[in-house]
């Protein structure tokens, strides 16, 4: 065949051509913005601030889920699901990470990034942001949780601040039983000391029978006393901190007293104040119950703790009552000053400020967490850094 004949087929592949390589462009384009948008979504659906961490998946949760453990239940189980994925949402405001005023000590450990019963059992009180609970300190047993925290220690001991585990006695067990009571507290100490950084004796869950008479000054001392003598025993180069956990409901002069009596003899490190409360007076603010569901309330009426808001003034009060009682102890006998954390009705960077201010050394958040989402603890963090730089 002759070069002429070529020749225009040759052009003809030519025209041909350029199409082609526009097309390969285009699509080279568009996946480039479409891997920009992943990453971008991905960026924005991880990050703790993101809106729709506070404002999008905790009402829908709450819509699909309306039974409150279960709505718990899907939550956490999300949560566990994307961690491995690194699809979890995490703190991406590198100001917050390491700000140096919202940094705290716990026990030697510097914090640069401070973060049962039949059902149902858990119920909603959704006009005050609120909760009641009867869990009653469900669980599977020291032996269960044993286990699981030596695997998560191995898992995660660079990432993790301070591993604090609650302790109380069994619900079977007889509350006015001294030996029984202890020996629980004891068999949960063998089993979990040396995989905690700070044990809590839990003598304040409303949904334990006998466990708040526990609080009286002498029951208490003997049976903290038991704990702190097993703990000292630990087989690990520092033996784990303890400390007792009290109820909101307990705020008498005569019964602070008691307890810091109990805290100040037993050697106990410290008092977490408080916990969930049986009373329902001055829950509802000065407006009155009228904006209240009839849903909102029958959980009021059902029996457990309630958990909110509304209990922050609450918790304020007690811990300036303890701080106080502690103070003037220590002062008197010598000893080393107590520590005192903080949690009840926490929701935002002013009252955890408030808290410290009053002698808490850490603001503990819970319900403020299922209401607020994810971005909760970023969002209180940043509100104390803005509330302590306008004020320097």
Known sequence: MSAALLRPRLAVGLRNAAPRQFGGAKIALYSTALAAASYAAYLYTTDTRASFHRWLIPPAIRLFFPDAEDAHHVGTAALKFLYPLNLHPRERDASLKDAPELQATVFGTKISNPIGNPKPRVFRVTALNGMVNRYGLNSRGADNMSVRLRDRLRRFAKSLGVTEQDIAKNKETDGSDERAVADDHVYCVKRLARYADILVVNVSSPNTPGLRDLQATGPLTRLLSAVVEEAAKTDRKQRPKVMVKVSPDEDDESQVSGIVTAVLDSGVDGIIVGNTTKRRDGLLPATGPAYL??????????EGGFSGPAMFSRTLNLVKKYN????????????????????????????ALKVLNAGASVAMVYTGMVYGGAGTITRIKSEMRDEIKSKA
């Open 293 to 302: 569901t009839s849903k909102d309330k029958k959980a009021l009426t059902e």
């Open 324 to 351: 106080s009682a502690l103070s003037t102890a220590t002062l008197k006998s010598g000893e080393a000053e107590k520590v005192i954390f903080a949690t009840g009705g926490i929701t935002n960077g002013e009252q």
